[in-house]
């Protein structure tokens, strides 16, 4: 079946524009996770989504991220006043609830984020 | 909070040779263990992983892994690489209790020698 899409997958902004990267998680997986891959920092966490609401976080750098989930299924990573820092390739990832497949996670190819 | 090391940043390897790649994890209790490969340009795919039982566990493409609990450590195996195997591998610990959001290490990147 189709795996997890994300688009664009490729996006270059100019400093202080605002961005909106979406992930489609896999059909029938109840959560979604967004993390981040940069050079400098590795493979990092940033939220969590169960359904439509968001238990944890934790891991968005500052208060210009945020991310929504509507419907249980399609989610949309929003940066704000882009920074050069933002720079990174953002990956998503979905996972069933369902035995044995609980806690593993299927990757996007991610969204190369470039800001000028 | 959990933690994952990968000591070794890079390893070459001569096509045909062993390769064990080294994982090493903190988190207070039983955890979720995975192995990840990213080619490059491409996503994180699925090795395998490990929840509990048999502490051996078979994946893709003919690797292995061994979680021992005793040295907290859940090293990736293969007993003849292809030069296919050239890639980017990441070992992660999933936390049940916190959604089971993953937490990498930082990656070996292994290069395969003709």
């Known amino acids: 079946g189709a795996g997890v899409s994300q688009s664009p997958s490729n996006k270059v902004t100019e400093k202080g524009k605002d961005v909106e990267l979406r992930c489609d998680p896999i059909s029938g997986h109840t959560a979604l996770y967004w993390y981040r891959q940069s050079l400098g920092q590795g493979l990092e966490f940033l939220i969590y989504f169960q359904g439509n609401s968001a238990p944890d976080k934790s891991g968005l750098p500052s208060d210009r991220f945020s991310a929504e989930r509507t419907g249980g299924s399609v989610s949309t990573l929003t940066i704000q006043r882009t920074q050069q820092e933002d720079s990174a390739v953002y990956l998503c990832?979905?996972?069933?609830?369902?035995?044995?497949?609980?806690?593993?996670?299927?990757f996007g190819p991610g969204t190369r984020l470039l800001v000028l | 909070a959990q933690s994952v090391t990968q000591p070794d940043i890079h390893i070459t390897v001569s096509e045909g040779a062993s390769l064990e790649l080294r994982c090493n994890y903190s988190y207070g209790a039983t955890p979720y263990l995975f192995w990840y490969v990213q080619s490059p340009g491409q996503g994180l795919q699925l090795l395998l992983k490990y929840f509990s039982g048999d502490t051996l566990v078979q994946g893709i493409k003919g690797f292995e892994a061994e979680f021992k609990r005793s040295q907290s450590s859940f090293n990736l195996r293969k007993p003849s690489v292809h030069w296919s195997d050239a890639a980017e591998y990441f070992c992660a610990v999933g936390a049940p209790a916190a959604g089971n959001k993953l937490t990498f290490g930082g990656g070996t990147r292994v290069l395969v020698k003709p």
């Open positions: 990832a979905s996972s069933p609830l369902q035995n044995p497949f609980v806690g593993t996670q299927y």
